[in-house]
């Protein structure tokens, strides 16, 4: 079934068009034709729909007919539109783009292009030698047929290792190994979750996380994060306790976007809470190693429950390698046997040579993420200082952990500022990609994954075109949309 976006709709999505860089120089159609490129780069016009007549939409825009017509013509030449005479014109991706895992389509020869929209580090060197080493170690394997759904136990036991040294008693049996993080999620909800039922999460929340509860069709609630204040305690609660979600997911260990960490005291009682409204508790744990300030982290929030309600979900794409595709499940032993039962449904195995590199990686895990701490540190601070320089009305909360800045911005103008730092060689994940709805238009992530001089050099270029949207139409300032 092709679904069709009306003129009304298209133009309220298209919202400032206008105000991209470069009107001043360049005619309507070239600006129409680079913010519809834009709205299906950033995730909001869907691929595959059908565009609105050229006469609706000149009508809904109040533009020439000639000028939509140009427009579409433009937007065919470069691969976004494909028509049919008298059938109309679909959105789609020119020929060797791809969906990346952000969400966010990126030009696979596109090598110029400053990255901000993927928040994660190049591998460390140390994975080439693990690689070397557990191929000699595959040997040991290759007398068996190598299907272990719930992983290697080697691994299952270093991984459980981790848990146990952060103060939380874990066995192997209660461990079991997948293809990442967000394979572990998807497993977790497909036992978890039935159709249909409610969820709870926070707002901004990591985009790929809300694309599974998509795929459950799920009735999702939001909790909404403060840039400064983080969680509030009495609103989460009370979230969980009169909204009785089936399942809350949450990402309390340097919080995927904002960097923020959940205190001791509300994981105790989110537990609690949890327990009496039979909510079932998904902990997203993928930045827990990366601290970056010297301080005490709290207990996993798993080290409250007393019922089986917390499921907790890793993996090692952030301190070591996305690359590597390697995650985890931890929770009770009889959980894990029923997520190996439904998994070799999906993928049977993770492949043991990756299970491996994660064995000899996770024996180095000291070294290793001391060094990646170090690193972090020192991007996030030139981050932080090229901010504070180049764009001062931005207001942020300098990031404990984690590998994000999550930005307040002087304006709602987060996806035109993408769109325009696209046309100078920054790629940016907009405010509205971590939530639900178009809302969260007044933030802007950014990753600090990439080496100093490149954020310092990205950042420069993003008030470049920041101001740049000022000179053309100052955005009007509006009170924030409310978070659903
Ligand atoms: C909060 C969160 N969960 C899950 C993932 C996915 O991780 P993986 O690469 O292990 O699948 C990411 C990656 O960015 C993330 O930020």
Redesign the pocket.
């Known amino acids: 079934m092709t679904s069709l976006v009306r003129g009304g709709q298209l133009t309220r999505l298209l919202g400032q068009w206008h105000a991209l860089p470069g009107r001043r120089r360049s005619p309507d159609y070239l600006a129409l034709a680079a913010a519809v490129r834009g709205l299906l780069a950033d995730g909001r016009l869907p691929l595959g729909v059908r565009l609105p007549a050229e006469r609706d939409l000149a009508e809904a825009l109040g533009v020439s007919r000639t000028t939509v017509s140009a427009a579409y013509r433009e937007l065919r030449d470069s691969g976004h539109l494909a028509s049919r005479r008298g059938a109309g014109s679909w959105t789609r991706l020119p020929a060797g783009h791809r969906v990346a895992?952000?969400g966010l389509w990126t030009p696979d020869d596109d090598l110029d292009m400053i990255d901000l929209g993927?928040?994660?580090l190049a591998a460390p060197h140390e994975l080439a030698v693990a690689a070397r080493a557990a191929s000699e170690d595959l040997y040991r394997y290759l007398g068996g047929a190598g299907y272990y759904p719930t992983g290697i136990g080697e691994l299952r036991e270093a991984v459980a290792r981790g848990y146990t040294d952060r103060g939380l008693p874990t066995s192997a049996e209660q461990i079991m190994i997948t293809?990442?993080?967000?394979?572990?999620?998807d497993l977790v909800l497909r036992m978890a979750l039935p159709a249909g039922a409610g969820v709870l999460v926070e707002s901004p929340?990591?985009p790929?996380?809300l694309a599974a509860f998509g795929a459950r069709r799920s009735r999702i609630g939001t909790h909404g994060l403060a840039t400064d204040a983080a969680w509030d305690a009495d609103l989460l609660l009370a979230a969980v306790r009169q909204g009785r979600p089936r399942l809350a997911y949450l990402?309390p260990e340097f919080?995927?976007p904002t960097g923020h960490l959940m205190t001791t005291d509300l994981r105790e009682r989110l537990v609690a809470t949890a327990h009496a409204t039979g909510t079932d508790l998904v902990i997203?744990e993928?930045?827990v190693d990366l601290a970056l300030d010297a301080e005490p982290m709290p207990p996993p929030v798993a080290a409250f429950d007393r019922h089986s309600r917390v499921v907790s979900?890793?993996?090692?794409?952030?301190a070591y390698w996305?690359g590597l595709?390697?995650?985890w499940v931890r929770a009770a032993a009889p959980h894990v046997q029923r997520l190996a039962a439904a998994r070799v449904g999906v993928d049977m195995a993770s492949p043991v040579l990756d299970q491996l590199v994660a064995v000899h990686l996770l024996a180095d895990a000291d070294r290793i993420v001391a060094a990646r701490r170090t690193q972090l540190v020192a991007q996030r601070d030139a981050l932080v200082a090229a901010v504070t320089a180049a764009l001062p009305e931005w207001r942020f909360t300098v990031p404990r952990g984690g590998v994000t800045l999550w930005a307040e911005l002087d304006g709602p103008v987060s996806s035109a500022l993408s769109r325009a730092a696209e046309e100078v060689g920054v790629r940016l994940a907009p405010g509205p990609r971590f939530g639900l709805d178009g809302t969260l238009e007044r933030f802007l992530r950014l990753p600090f994954t990439l080496p100093a001089p490149d954020l310092v050099d990205a950042v420069n270029r993003i008030a470049g075109v920041r101001y740049g949207l000022d000179q053309v139409a100052r955005p009007s300032w509006r009170e924030p949309a409310v978070i659903a």
């Open positions: 895992s952000s993927c928040a994660a293809s990442g993080t967000q394979h572990a999620l929340t990591y790929n996380a990402i919080h995927n997203d993928s930045f979900i890793g993996g090692m794409s952030k996305g595709r390697i995650g």
